[in-house]
T-cell receptor, first 112, second 115 residues
Framework: GEDVEQSLFLSVREGDSSVINCTYTDSSSTYLYWYKQEPGAGLQLLTYIFSNMDMKQDQRLTVLLNKKDKHLSLRIADTQTGDSAIYFCAESIGGSASKIIFGSGTRLSIRP | DADVTQTPRNRITKTGKRIMLECSQTKGHDRMYWYRQDPGLGLRLIYYSFDVKDINKGEISDGYSVSRQAQAKFSLSLESAIPNQTALYFC??????????????FGEGSRLTVL
């Protein structure tokens, strides 16, 4: 079946790196995504990776994809208070990324 | 103005009442989706539509129905609301064009409480 799993909470100290992990089940996923949800708002795409890539870097964000283990991670370097949010891992199911399945979300909190 | 607009933003209703949540978009996207968010469960797909004549069930469609009145409008109905349908509901759109990566564009959410 289609399932995306991630831990519910992560707490890091300001300035440290945050690593949020995710596992998924559909080996045919074309795209894998990280969405960010700030309090009282909808989700916004943070970054995504195409399934034939191992790594993608975008400023402070690094996405690593291990297709063999169906494992996706998001690393946020130099974590700031503005990074406090819920981060959702998601995978595309079906042709043309027609259906997107989300994980439970990881709430990232920042300690001073 | 928001590209994806949901109404109402908040609604409190009683068990057994019929409720409609509406979504409109100005992005010109063909694909529209309804998700519900529950703490610890993430977002679960209720229904999705690829064009005006296309409606598909998602993971949790029981107790819900949808209507795609136009390319820009997709409404979600609860025919007889029950307390476990209390949740935050999100409408989303995506582009089906060549090269599209499946990115979803979300509305701000409709918080529904069923007493």
């Amino acid at each position: 079946g289609e399932d995306v799993e991630q831990s519910l909470f992560l707490s890091v100290r300001e300035g440290d790196s945050s690593v949020i992990n995710c596992t998924y089940t559909d080996s045919s996923s074309t795209y894998l995504y990280w969405y960010k949800q700030e309090p009282g708002a909808g989700l916004q795409l943070l970054t995504y990776i195409f399934s034939n890539m191992d790594m993608k870097q975008d400023q402070r964000l690094t996405v690593l994809l291990n297709k063999k283990d169906k494992h996706l991670s998001l690393r946020i370097a130099d974590t700031q208070t503005g990074d406090s949010a819920i981060y959702f891992c998601a995978e595309s199911i079906g042709g043309s990324a027609s259906k997107i399945i989300f994980g439970s979300g990881t709430r990232l909190s920042i300690r001073p | 103005d928001a590209d994806v607009t949901q109404t109402p933003r908040n609604r409190i209703t009683k068990t057994g009442k019929r409720i409609m949540l509406e979504c409109s978009q100005t992005k010109g996207h063909d694909r529209m989706y309804w998700y519900r968010q529950d703490p610890g469960l993430g977002l679960r797909l209720i229904y999705y539509s690829f064009d005006v004549k296309d409606i598909n069930k998602g993971e949790i469609s029981d107790g819900y129905s949808v209507s795609r009145q136009a390319q820009a409008k997709f409404s979600l109905s609860l025919e007889s609301a029950i307390p476990n349908q209390t949740a935050l509901y999100f409408c989303a759109t995506s582009d089906a064009g060549t090269g599209a990566n499946g990115e979803l564009f979300f509305g701000e959410g409709s918080r529904l409480t069923v007493l």
